[in-house]
T-cell receptor, first 114, second 111 residues
Framework: EAGVVQSPRYKIIEKKQPVAFWCNPI?????LYWYLQNLGQGPELLIR????????DSQLPKDRFSAERLKGVDSTLKIQPAELGDSAVYLC????????????FGPGTRLTVT | GEDVEQSLFLSVREGDSSVINCTYT??????LYWYKQEPGAGLQLLTY?????DMKQDQRLTVLLNKKDKHLSLRIADTQTGDSAIYFC???????????FGKGTRLSVIA
């Protein structure tokens, strides 16, 4: 069974440019998460989807970040415009909505904003 | 609020046991998880424990939960060089909710 797929793995952009990350969850997983991981820190939630509905986006900086999960499968996270402080690893995870709700993570996208 | 604390570093000799500790503050945490992160990789789920359990063993891994003290530990028996990684403790209040992670413990295994 394929795991969570993310692309690109690495992205380097200049500040004020837009950037987008893509995630394909494990087949059948209805819950999808985007986490932000800063260097030396644990992941922190940005947004959680139940199928195509965003049910928890309180930590998403909505002035510059947006996300979508069309058809309840793949998801895209966008930043526009990017700032220097956005340099981090963006992790996507998915889970099947029954106990024990194990979340499976993708390899992440490492973003560097110069 | 939710908070998860871990010591940042642990160094052990190959073949010894490793014990990684974690404390959490949310007494309503239902599930507690241990994840492993190797350099440049995502997080790999190692094991989890439900809050009504005291202990869970899975091959070389033993998880102990002291709910009264809100203390969780992960013991790795016969630690190998391949166990070198960052280990994250995480809690979830109701399971299907976002995980709250600690900052991770970097385990170094000396051959």
């Amino acid at each position: 069974e394929a795991g969570v797929v993310q692309s690109p793995r690495y992205k380097i952009i200049e500040k004020k440019q837009p950037v987008a990350f893509w995630c394909n969850p494990i087949s059948g997983h209805n819950t999808l998460y985007w986490y932000l991981q800063n260097l030396g820190q644990g992941p922190e939630l940005l947004i959680r989807y139940e199928n195509e509905e965003a049910v928890d986006d309180s930590q998403l900086p909505k002035d510059r970040f947006s996300a979508e999960r069309l058809k309840g499968v793949d998801s895209t996270l966008k930043i526009q415009p990017a700032e220097l402080g956005d340099s981090a690893v963006y992790l996507c995870a998915s889970s099947f909505g029954t106990a024990p709700y194990e979340q499976y993570f993708g390899p992440g996208t490492r973003l560097t904003v110069t | 609020g939710e908070d998860v604390e871990q010591s940042l570093f642990l160094s052990v000799r190959e073949g010894d046991s490793s014990v990684i500790n974690c404390t959490y503050t949310d007494s309503s945490s239902t599930y507690l998880y241990w994840y492993k992160q190797e350099p440049g990789a995502g997080l790999q789920l190692l094991t989890y424990i439900f809050s009504n359990m005291d202990m869970k063993q899975d091959q070389r891994l033993t998880v102990l939960l002291n709910k009264k003290d809100k203390h969780l530990s992960l013991r790795i028996a016969d630690t190998q060089t391949g166990d070198s990684a960052i280990y994250f403790c995480a809690e979830s209040v109701s399971g299907n909710t976002p995980l709250v992670f600690g900052k991770g413990t970097r385990l170094s295994v000396i051959a």
